[in-house]
């Protein structure tokens, strides 16, 4: 027997189909973001080394933002809003690092509609072990009281600071990837590879990402070829991708150094920031030149 059906009630059931259908629509609409946003971290080299050339100051491509992950006073930048990326991006007392020409090499190779979002949560002279989410209190229990006054400045837990920021981004972006430069303060340990898997995996739990989406991207420190104090760490950092299956190490080779043979040059920290994002755009399907 074949059933009519009441008008009334295909018509109720048409638009609450349509509605169901508008809602699904506006929910992957608001999932489907045109801001890439970087989480980048470690210590002195991604804070900056102080001081910004005029050439580095602009103009910068306004697709390319910084989200303030502190107070920003003298730059008029208030703690979790998004502001040309206009160095220093790390805190007010830091300077150019490889995030800046990071950023500026991505919009300049990706297509125009798409935005770049940059936070970077780094301290100076820190050992890995201050961004591992469970045991990081006994490292600030020992820390000199100059780098404690800098972790306050992240509210004393600056992995949490970091998921913090991240999880405030991702609320208008997607995050693509994650950038680390650190390592001097933790020459020669054999297990750092481990410990950044431990920080890597915490931050894609955390951010509920999928490590495929999210590749993390390691840069060398000053290399032997710039008489590095530390160059003896990048063949601990070069293994990291084995260690880390979705890990890629951008080499510092001929990216020059200060007298300290610590910290990179303005030139330095311009090339190195070209090759984190030679290696990263590759990886999100955009053609670029090979990585030097």
Known sequence: MIMKLNPGILLLASLI???????????????????????????????????????????????????????????????????????????????????????RTMVSNLPPNIKVGIINVSIGGCKIELFEKDTFQSYVATAPKWMT?????????????????AKLAQKDGVIKGILLHQGESNTNDKEWPNKVKGIYANLLKDLNLNGEDVPLIAGELVSADQKGACASMNKIIDTLPRTIPTAHVVSSAGCTSRPDHLHFTPEGYRELGTRYAQTML?????????PK
């Open 282 to 290: 590759p990886l999100l399907g955009y053609k670029t030149a090979e």
């Open 149 to 165: 006054n800098t972790i306050h400045t992240y509210s004393g837990n600056p992995y949490h600071h970091l998921v913090d920021m």
């Open 17 to 103: 189909l349509c509605s169901t259908t508008s809602c699904s629509t506006t929910s992957v609409s608001s999932h489907t973001s045109k801001r890439f946003v970087f989480l980048c971290f470690g210590q002195s080299n991604m804070e900056g080394f102080p001081g910004v050339d005029p050439e580095d100051k602009g103009p910068v491509d306004e697709r390319l933002q910084v989200l303030a992950a502190v107070d920003f006073p003298n730059q008029s930048r208030t703690k979790g809003n998004w502001y040309p990326a206009v160095p220093p991006l790390c805190r007010p007392s830091a300077g150019l690092c490889p995030a800046d020409y990071f950023g």
